[in-house]
């Protein structure tokens, strides 16, 4: 996605029901020039981003018999029905490092846990999300 490239989302690992990913802050990031601390809008779209791949790594992994074109499909039908964002400390750093786990995975909707941590591994905020999968 052109947005995911824009936010410099970077994917660096994929299990079969969990997501992570990096940010590399940079200027074009940042929400108050005083401190240079990330955007809230990037954190939420962020922990948004891991949230639905998770599920789509969810997703792949519950119809590996279908054909790939199936599952892409299934793919297609994602969308966020809800997002929670709870903003604990500001976001500053060299980099981010996001993670989102499939929390249920129903027919119809799917729900997560994401987090937002510093470089140090310092958590920085959390999120929650439901996804519509059908």
């Not at 809800?82 to 980099?95: E, K």
């Not at 129903?106 to 591994?121: I, L, Q």
């Amino acid at each position: 996605m052109v947005f995911n490239q824009f936010l410099g989302l970077k994917v660096t690992s994929v299990g079969s029901d969990r997501v992570s990913a990096r940010i590399v802050m940079r200027p074009e990031l940042v929400g108050h020039y005083s401190f240079n601390r990330v955007h809230g809008g990037v954190v939420s779209a962020g922990l948004d981003n891991v949230g639905a791949l998770a599920v789509m790594a969810a997703l792949g992994a519950r119809h590996m018999n279908e054909l790939p074109e199936a599952r892409l499909q299934r793919f297609g039908k994602l969308g966020t029905i809800d997002l929670r964002v709870d903003y604990l400390r500001q976001g500053i750093g060299p980099h981010f490092d996001l993670h989102a786990q499939v929390m249920r995975l129903g027919s119809r909707v799917a729900s997560t846990r994401m987090e937002f941590c510093a470089a140090d591994g310092a958590l920085l905020s959390t999120g929650s999300g439901v996804y519509i999968v059908s």
